[in-house]
Nanobody, 122 residues
Framework: QLQLVESGGGLVQPGGSLTLSCAGS????????IGWFRQAPGKEREGVSC????????KIADSVKGRFTISRDNAKNTVYLQMNSLKPEDTAIYYC???????????????WGQGTLVTVSS
């Protein structure tokens, strides 16, 4: 059974850091691009970052560029999102998703995790 499970969310002060993990099971993660998305209260879901199946290509949203970094460890079937210099506006539920291909093609999204809550507040 295909599953994506996010972890690592929590409460952090502004300026702090968190690392989110997305663990895949029921499929071979290294064959697929994986993305991170977020949805803040009252807002639409937005793309944050994505990484191709072998990690050679990444995309990052302008709103988090220079602060967030995506990476993957295919041996561990896990994709990470390192988040630094967090701001209150980063507060959201963060989801990872699988693209049904090796590249980050938005039309190829085919599976989602349940999400993990990140709250940035003093």
């Amino acid at each position: 059974q295909l599953q994506l499970v996010e972890s690592g969310g929590g409460l952090v002060q502004p300026g702090g850091s968190l690392t989110l993990s997305c663990a895949g099971s029921g499929f071979t993660l290294e064959h697929y691009a994986i993305g991170w998305f977020r949805q803040a209260p009252g807002k639409e879901r937005e793309g944050v970052s994505c990484i191709s199946s072998r990690g050679e290509r990444t995309k990052i949203a302008d709103s988090v560029k220079g602060r967030f970094t995506i990476s993957r460890d295919n041996a561990k079937n896990t994709v990470y999102l390192q988040m630094n210099s967090l701001k209150p506006e980063d507060t959201a539920i963060y989801y990872c998703a699988r693209y049904g291909t090796t590249l980050c093609l938005i039309e190829a999204l085919d599976a989602w995790g349940q999400g993990t809550l990140v709250t940035v507040s003093s």
